[in-house]
């Protein structure tokens, strides 16, 4: 028995099958499924390091270097010029001279001698020395003086102390140390004055004034002659200080 088989008519009746129709209804993978390569991202750039504002720390730099070279200076001249200033004579201070405190015919007297030391314990003896080296005395300016009748001889002088405080400081010791035989006067050939010596000395300002009268042979001046007293004011008060510390200021 035969079968029938289509013929070629029938064969082209039959519609061919659609090749997109198939390609879409394949099943489509899932979005989990798909992996997607990330774009390569190229490294960030590095930039090299500036500090900010230059010129502003140079200026800085510049200026501490400025002050630091200043002090080096400041410091270097104080030394040179502490080197060279007396250590004994306070600072801007003008020494005494003997044509200022000494001239010739001084108060009247005549002058024998006269000298200006910066050893003030050449004009002392015994503890005085170490008084007056202890309050700064830096400068001792005496003279010998004859009375104009050549009765006495007078020893005077100017110690100049580092300031007012310390010239009265040494006024008080001197009537101790003087009493006592401790302390007191030299005559200018340096030797001490002989005990019951006459002594006048005051303080003024930062100096201490004073003298010792003598009898022309050189021994001390006894007994109760005004004139003692009459000398003594008048070199001290009218003379030494009211003439010469008043000129020199």
């Given amino acids: 028995m035969r079968y029938a088989t289509?013929?070629?008519?029938?064969?082209?009746?039959?519609?061919?099958?659609d090749l997109m129709f198939l390609v879409r209804s394949l099943p489509r993978p899932s979005a989990g499924q798909h992996r997607q390569h990330p774009r390569t991202q190229a490294p960030p750039r590095r930039h090299?390091?500036?500090e900010p504002y230059p010129a502003i720390q140079l200026l800085t730099r510049g200026l501490a270097a400025m002050i630091v070279l200043g002090i080096f200076l400041t410091l270097g001249f104080?030394?040179?010029a502490d080197d060279h200033q007396d250590p004994a004579a306070p600072t801007g201070r003008v020494p005494l001279t003997v044509p200022e405190a000494f001239p010739a015919g001084a108060?009247?007297?005549q002058v024998d001698r006269a000298v200006a030391e910066t050893d003030c314990t050449l004009a002392v003896t015994g503890d005085l020395r170490s008084a007056l080296s202890g309050y700064g005395c830096s400068q001792a300016v005496r003279a010998?003086?004859?009375?104009?009748d050549g009765a006495y001889q007078v020893?005077?002088?100017?110690?100049?102390?580092?300031?007012a405080q310390s010239a009265a400081a040494v006024a008080d010791r001197v009537r101790?140390?003087?009493?006592?035989g401790d302390g007191g006067f030299t005559s200018m050939s340096g030797s001490p004055t002989a005990a019951g010596t006459p002594i006048g000395w005051r303080a003024r300002g930062h100096y201490l004034i004073y003298c010792a009268i003598t009898e022309a042979g050189g021994a001390p001046a006894l007994g109760e002659d005004p004139r003692l007293a009459q000398i003594t004011a008048h070199l001290l008060d009218s003379y030494l200080s009211d003439e010469v510390l008043a000129r020199h200021g």
């Fill in 144 to 148: 010998s003086l004859t009375v104009p």
């Fill in 155 to 163: 020893t005077a002088g100017i110690l100049d102390l580092a300031d």
């Fill in 176 to 180: 101790a140390l003087v009493e006592t």
């Fill in 48 to 50: 090299a390091w500036r």
């Fill in 6 to 17: 289509p013929n070629r008519s029938a064969h082209r009746a039959t519609p061919a099958l």
């Fill in 78 to 80: 104080l030394i040179v």
């Fill in 107 to 109: 108060a009247g007297y």
